[in-house]
């Protein structure tokens, strides 16, 4: 007859969990590190266009941004819409809100700061071209076609 | 006086990892990971004075036009996207070979007009076609000067070398005061 198992003879050891914490630490500071606070809500979908050409923006803090494109909510259409900061805009607001935001800067910051303009795919040139007039009206005259990296050989 | 030290309890670490996956969670939610990358535009200034006579000027000037139906006009012949680039190259190292091209690089100019119609992503991809072309004649120039492409040119110890393609090659990228072009 086959002998019974003696009771608590062979339990497995405890896995020793002290590293655990460590571990999740470090990919807690990664994510800090390589990660930016979302800090505005999108009323409009911009489908980046792809560009091969595409450089990095230095520093946030000397962006503005701009977003054009149809509204995420669909009861309000398809048309085009500007959204400066949380809010829909117009073009006209453009200027205002580049000056409102130059005034919070330094001053010695202001003629670096460059406007990203994030704009969809299906967005015609037409309202890309008044933006870029209200700008130059401003003397914001850096700016950036956001567009995503895309690989080069087509 | 008493040998025995007082033990200090063990803290206990097990709650250690959930806190610290409860911060990860918060951050991974609250976050985006894309980093704003874009085509760098320099605007014009407005001016109140009008553009000069371009009469003169006509051979330097590679003509640009995109209509609203998204299509390519480059001086007065149609051309597709791919080609773009080859022609822009063409144009700013003519250096007076092609009587229809420009005559040196240092005046060669690319003009750009586009439709109120034309699509975003249609004028991204042209502008990118002609920025590419740009760095590609600076990235020859470069390799062909120094042995080191332009983008690898190390901005201060390189300046003057970098002043020097930037001379040779001068981005006169110039985009026209919008016009409707008709459909």
New interface residues.
Partial sequence: MAKFKKDGGRATPAIN??A??DI??M??FF??V?????DREMKVRTQL?????????EK?SR?HYIFVGPPLDGALGTAPRVQLDDAFATVDDIQQYITLKNSEKDEKEVPFM?T??K????????I???I??E???V???????????ASEN? | MGSRRRDIPEINAGSMADIAFLLLVFFLVTTTMDIPTGLQVALPPISEEPPQDSKQRKREVLEVLVNSADQLLVEGSPLTIERLRQKTVDHLTNEGKDPTLSTTSTKAIVSLKNDRGTSYDMYVQVYNELTAAYSEVRDEYSMREFGKEYTKLDPTRDKDKIEQVKDKYPKKLSEAEPVSLGK
């Fill in positions: 969990t002290s655990l914490p999740v630490f990919l807690l994510f800090m390589a990660t930016k606070m979302r266009p792809q560009a091969t050409e595409v450089e990095k923006l946030k962006l460059t990203s303009l704009a969809d795919k299906v967005v015609k040139m037409g890309i071209t008044d870029k007039q700008l130059r009206k003397n914001a005259l850096k700016l950036s076609y956001t567009a995503s990296k087509k």
